[in-house]
T-cell receptor
Framework: GAVVSQHPSRVICKSGTSVKIECRSL??????MFWYRQFPKQSLMLMAT?????????EQGVEKDKFLINHASLTLSTLTVTSAHPEDSSFYIC??????????????FGPGTRLTVL | GENVEQHPSTLSVQEGDSAVIKCTYS??????FPWYKQELGKRPQLIID?????GEKKDQRIAVTLNKTAKHFSLHITETQPEDSAVYFC????????????FGKGTTLSVSS
């Protein structure tokens, strides 16, 4: 199946700093990628839909100025957590769909990024 | 907004027994329903999925049923094994397939030998 990577896998930062997380589709092109956040022992919560070449679509309650999304190419979307605070500590996971695949509905998830804000 | 309810939150079975997890969804436009298995600290892994034009799908010990009228879908695992122990999530497409997914809250399945 299609492969999605994320970088970094783990990051620890100080409160007030910004952190950039990259999501790449390695062997397919993705015009749309999705960002989810998962707190410990909870479910995946959709944060935003990242659209190549246009603005991201954010879910209700997600601050677009705090979680900056850039989808500059067909294989890369980035999520920047600006002015991070301890409550932003979470597991961030991206996903993408390979529209050229037989199982074109299936979403392929990245391995996730564990963010810890001190 | 769109919502997916999942029950039970925890499920304990003996090895060899069957396990059933149920979900309901609210968005009438949803037409794609995947199930994921997630181990601690790992990405979700697709175990089976179903589209709204199908009522049932089976893959070896795993089956999914969908009642589109009632907006219910269920995961059935037969002949459970200890390695089936994990957290399982149902999800529904936010509108048409190919869009984002709305996840249920998850079910922690424990299979004891």
């Amino acid at each position: 199946g299609a492969v999605v990577s994320q970088h970094p896998s783990r990051v620890i930062c100080k409160s007030g700093t910004s952190v950039k997380i990259e999501c790449r589709s390695l062997d397919f092109q993705a015009t749309t990628m999705f960002w989810y956040r998962q707190f410990p022992k909870q479910s995946l919560m959709l944060m935003a839909t990242s659209n190549e070449g246009s603005k991201a679509t954010y879910e209700q309650g997600v601050e677009k100025d705090k979680f900056l999304i850039n989808h500059a190419s067909l294989t890369l979307s980035t999520l920047t957590v600006t002015s991070a605070h301890p409550e932003d500590s979470s597991f961030y996971i991206c996903s993408a769909r390979d529209v050229g695949a037989v199982s074109y509905n299936e979403q392929f998830f990245g391995p996730g990024t564990r963010l810890t804000v001190l | 907004g769109e919502n997916v309810e999942q029950h039970p939150s925890t499920l304990s079975v003996q090895e060899g027994d069957s396990a059933v997890i149920k979900c309901t969804y609210s968005d009438s436009a949803s037409n794609y329903f995947p199930w994921y298995k997630q181990e601690l600290g790992k990405r979700p892994q697709l175990i089976i999925d179903i589209r709204s034009n199908v009522g049932e799908k089976k893959d070896q010990r795993i089956a999914v049923t969908l009642n589109k009228t009632a907006k219910h879908f269920s995961l059935h695992i037969t002949e459970t094994q200890p390695e089936d122990s994990a957290v399982y999530f149902c999800a529904a497409s936010k509108g048409q397939a190919g869009t984002a997914l709305i996840f249920g809250k998850g079910t922690t399945l424990s299979v004891s030998s």
